[in-house]
T-cell receptor, first 115, second 115 residues
Framework: DAGVIQSPRHEVTEMGQEVTLRCKPI?????LFWYRQTMMRGLELLIY????????DSGMPEDRFSAKMPNASFSTLKIQPSEPRDSAVYFC?????????????FGPGTRLTVT | AQKVTQAQTEISVVEKEDVTLDCVYE???????LFWYKQPPSGELVFLIR??????QNEISGRYSWNFQKSTSSFNFTITASQVVDSAVYFC????????????FGSGTQLTVLP
């Protein structure tokens, strides 16, 4: 069974450009999470969805960030406009809750560099 | 809110030595889950183990074992007979069993196993 799929794996963009990160969760999982990892702040939860509905977006840094989950097999995280401080690795994770045991399975991450 | 302390920032051991990674957590929840994740140099986050707060029986799985002490809020992870491939950053993360099912990651412990 395929794991969590993220694209692109690497993204380099200029400040001010729009960036869209994509995620396909594990089939059958009903919860999806977006995390950001930086050296300074470690792993931070940005937003999570349960059954395609955003449950908690308190971790989203500011209005430049938005996330959608139009269906159970796809989610996007968009940054518009991007800034150099958004450079980080963005992870998507999925889990089966509450039927599962809450463990989250992570995608390979998208390394974003904003110049 | 939950908080995790991984006091060991970096640990170096020689191959075949046993190594224990410490984790102390804070939570107001009465029931919760605790996880360990591994992040090798390639960058992906790999789920290792899960423990329920209501089951303090310590277990061994292959070269991995863990010691959960609810009274001291500690969830330590031991690798027996370490191998070079165990070199990675290890994260401890509790999760609430309530509605806020978010992983709270510690700052991680960088383990280096020398040949």
């Amino acid at each position: 069974d395929a794991g969590v799929i993220q694209s692109p794996r690497h993204e380099v963009t200029e400040m001010g450009q729009e960036v869209t990160l994509r995620c396909k969760p594990i089939s059958g999982h009903n919860s999806l999470f977006w995390y950001r990892q930086t050296m300074m702040r470690g792993l931070e939860l940005l937003i999570y969805f349960n059954n395609n509905v955003p449950i908690d977006d308190s971790g989203m840094p500011e209005d430049r960030f938005s996330a959608k989950m139009p269906n159970a097999s796809f989610s996007t995280l968009k940054i518009q406009p991007s800034e150099p401080r958004d450079s980080a690795v963005y992870f998507c994770a999925s889990s089966s809750q509450p039927e599962g045991n809450y463990e989250q399975y992570f995608g390979p991450g998208t390394r974003l560099t904003v110049t | 809110a939950q908080k995790v302390t991984q006091a060991q920032t970096e640990i170096s051991v020689v191959e075949k030595e046993d190594v224990t990674l410490d984790c102390v957590y804070e939570t107001r929840d009465t029931t919760y889950y605790l996880f360990w994740y591994k992040q090798p140099p390639s960058g992906e986050l790999v789920f290792l183990i899960r423990r329920n707060s209501f089951d303090e029986q310590n277990e061994i799985s292959g070269r991995y074992s863990w010691n959960f002490q609810k009274s001291t809020s500690s969830f330590n992870f031991t690798i027996t007979a370490s191998q070079v491939v165990d070199s990675a950053v290890y994260f401890c993360a509790p999760i609430s069993s309530g509605s806020a099912r978010q992983l709270t990651f510690g700052s991680g412990t960088q383990l280096t196993v020398l040949p």
